[in-house]
């Protein structure tokens, strides 16, 4: 194949970034925007030794699944990638992208091995509590929205599909008002000006909203007149804060908050717990089907009230906290120390004394416990995309917890994983759940066992 080639192909199935997967002579080519079933003709604007990259020409036989995107920057903004699919057909192609992983990684449990239908969204829009858009000015007009695919240009967003309609209307609310107090904005070139990002966090369930101004510095102009200002976009916002980040980075926060008016936190709930969220606090972004995400762990974990728990990779503690009502003991860890804190404080907040929190890594702790005596009846994971480390694998293989939930982000690397795991584990059933419709994107919560063990049977 060489760039610029034409030819017919047949879309056999999506891959891992929403793109079309084709054949064409046994080379692999991706095609974005084309969806399995279809046949299309392509144009390759891209090889490699293993794969081709193509575009769509025309397409001869549309899916029977293909819809209008309902976004009128889907093509240029590239945060959504399966807009174009009818969301029977996400679903669908989701669960398939789990299957295309375990028969990529661990063939023979393929073939065996419960693949339930994923658990979809009643309404699969507007469901994102935040937003973080970053800020640009072209002339006089002052931009904020996210970067087009691939590309150094912002393009500007005034009405999100995914986002909940106030966190829209609160961003381009406040960048009018950046432009019209003339507050200099951040070039990302020069490194000069100010305003960098607005982000903006709405409790779903509290109706408490959070607006967060990314600054390269702390001096900030007609700083009171802006607060009024913003005060009287939506009687939602309570919480009104700046984050000061110097750094030439992609990252969206510093070190630094300082609170320009009212709370330092917002309030949110999910299911029977709250959480008090800070700027830079980690959240689930779609609460609504966090609660779902939930309640299939508490169902693998299988918990009688006289289990020990341990929630490795625990964050601000939420999985854990979720399943101490029905455990003895819950133990979590993580590697982040503010996390950890966090964690502890949520305990607290909810009074749970059997709950405790450690920053370290998990197989430290695991190793540390066994020596103590302390070996968990279950475990439960919810890793980065990157998977299990090793290590922890090595170590869970040692201290054979009853049963072992995990939660993955990833089809791959979850995949990957369970090469190992499968050698002491059982695998009962794997449950894709949708956490972000519209996008390429699956959760996964999946069962392991303990082989031969009669507690099980």
């Not at 095609?31 to 144009?43: D, I, N, R, S, Y």
């Not at 393929?110 to 935040?130: C, F, I, Q």
Request: hydrophobic fraction near 35%.
């Amino acid at each position: 194949m060489e760039v610029g080639q034409k030819f017919p192909l047949t879309i056999k199935r999506l891959g891992i970034n929403g793109e079309g997967v084709g054949f064409y002579k046994r080379n692999v080519v991706f095609v974005k925007g084309a969806l399995p079933g279809e046949e299309v003709t392509v144009k390759v604007s891209k090889v490699q030794r293993n794969f081709a990259e193509a575009e769509i020409l025309k397409i001869r036989k549309p899916s029977k699944d293909r819809q209008e995107p309902l976004c009128a920057i889907y093509d240029e903004c590239g945060g959504c990638q399966l807009q174009h699919l009818s969301y029977t057909g996400q679903l669908k192609e989701k669960r398939d992208m789990v299957v295309q992983a375990l028969e990529k990684y661990v063939k023979p449990l393929a073939e065996t091995v419960e693949v339930r239908s994923t658990l979809g969204m009643d309404n699969p829009w507007h469901y994102r509590n935040k937003s973080s858009f970053q800020v640009r000015k072209e002339g006089k007009r002052v931009y904020a929205g996210l970067f087009t695919e691939g590309t150094n240009k912002l393009l500007n967003i005034n009405d999100c599909a995914v986002q909940h309609p106030l966190t829209s209307k609160i961003t381009v609310a406040t960048r009018k008002i950046l432009q019209k107090l003339n507050i200099t904005i951040y070039d990302g070139k020069t490194l000069d000006g100010l305003v960098r990002t607005i982000v903006v966090r709405t409790g779903i369930k509290t109706g408490e909203t959070q607006v967060c101004l990314v600054t390269t510095r702390k001096d900030l102009p007609h700083k009171q007149e802006l607060i009024e200002r913003m005060l009287k976009i939506d009687p939602s916002i309570v919480s009104i804060t700046q984050n000061i980040n110097r750094e030439k980075t992609s990252l969206i926060f510093g070190d630094e908050t300082i609170v320009l008016h009212g709370k330092e936190t917002i309030h949110e709930e999910l299911g029977e717990l709250a959480f008090d969220l800070s700027s830079r606090a980690f959240f689930q972004l779609n609460p609504e089907q966090t609660v779902h995400l939930y309640d299939e762990i508490k169902k693998a974990a299988n918990l009688t009230g006289k289990e020990k728990v341990v929630d490795a990779y625990c964050g601000v503690g939420t999985i854990g906290l979720w399943l101490a009502p029905h455990a003895k003991e819950v133990r979590g860890m993580d590697v982040v120390p503010e996390s950890v804190d966090d964690a502890k404080k949520n305990a607290r907040n909810h009074g749970f004394k059997h709950a405790r929190y450690y920053t370290g890594t998990a197989e430290e702790w695991l190793a540390k416990w066994r020596k103590e005596g302390f070996i968990p009846d279950v475990i439960t994971v919810d890793p980065p995309r990157t998977g299990l480390a090793p290590s922890f694998i090595k170590t869970v293989m040692k201290i054979q917890p009853k049963r072992f939930v995990y939660t993955s982000c990833n089809p791959s690397t979850f995949a990957k994983d369970l090469q190992e795991l499968t050698k002491i584990y059982k695998v009962e059933y794997i449950q894709p759940v949708d956490m972000f419709p519209q996008t390429a994107r699956v959760e996964i919560v999946a069962k392991l066992t303990l082989k031969n063990n009669r507690d099980l049977l």
